[in-house]
């Protein structure tokens, strides 16, 4: 992609999944890559998302970044009237509290420099309903309209855009759904697959190149097919 090589990016919840695969594609295009995680690694930063103070200092101790990929997000399958108050907590603060820490403190430096580009990990999950997901399509439908917001405020200075992916790969959907469960969804697919994160993190490489400058504030699909139909509408599996 034209205008990455050289760049910082951090990578949030950047040692699984979606994350990792976007972390490994941006130093594939010549980036130096920092990754905030839960987990501690030799090539992590260990932060919790939601710790306002925390991610602070810890974009402080990073210094000045050119693009930040807030993909940091939990998920617990359950029914809504068995969701607790600590389960709902835990969603919000990660998705949506973290999403707009991070987001805040990226732009901090942003504004005062050359700029940037800061790019959402929303959801098919916040464009339409789902069952058993009512606080994680909430913090989903938050992330998208905080990326529209803080596009109109920090225009021109820092792209925001927001990437929805719809079922993709990843150790958080396999610990959610069996086998047979993600075989019935892949027949129900429009192009009868999941996706990989690999193909996400192209997206978000996209996003962040130069050629991609005049997007921001965009919410963007890559399903598969899934809401142009009726899939998401007819409800989540195990009904």
């Known amino acids: 992609m034209n205008g990455l090589a050289g760049k910082r990016v951090v990578v ?50 990073v210094g000045s970044v050119d693009v930040v990929v807030n993909n940091a997000g939990v998920s617990v399958r359950n029914l809504a009237v068995d969701i607790t108050p600590a ?14 820490n991070v987001a805040q403190a990226a732009a901090r430096q942003m504004l005062l420099g050359k700029g940037g580009v800061i790019l959402n990990t929303a959801s098919t999950n916040g464009l339409v309903g ?4 009512a606080d994680y399509n909430a913090t989903k439908a938050g992330v998208i309209e905080l990326t529209k917001s803080l596009a109109l405020e920090w225009a021109p200075t820092v792209r925001v855009n927001a990437v929805c992916p719809g079922y993709v790969v990843t150790p958080m959907q396999e610990a959610e759904y069996t086998p047979a469960m993600m075989e019935e969804l892949n027949r129900r697919i429009p192009l009868q697959r999941h996706g990989t994160p690999q193909e996400v993190a192209g997206l978000f490489a996209y996003l962040a190149s130069d050629e991609a400058t005049y997007f921001t504030g965009a919410v963007i699909v890559m399903d598969g097919g899934e809401t142009a139909g009726s899939l998401a509408s007819a409800g989540s599996l195990g009904d």
Do not use: M, P
């Open 87 to 100: 389960q709902w907590r835990q969603v919000l603060s990660t998705n949506l509290t973290g999403a707009f």
């Open 130 to 133: 789902y069952r058993f997901y």
């Open 12 to 61: 949030t919840g950047g040692t699984s999944g979606i994350g990792i695969a976007t972390a490994e594609r941006f130093r594939a295009e010549g980036c130096e890559v920092v990754v905030f995680g839960r987990r501690k690694t030799k090539d992590t930063i260990q932060i919790d998302v939601a710790d306002h103070e925390a991610v602070g200092k810890a974009f402080a101790e």
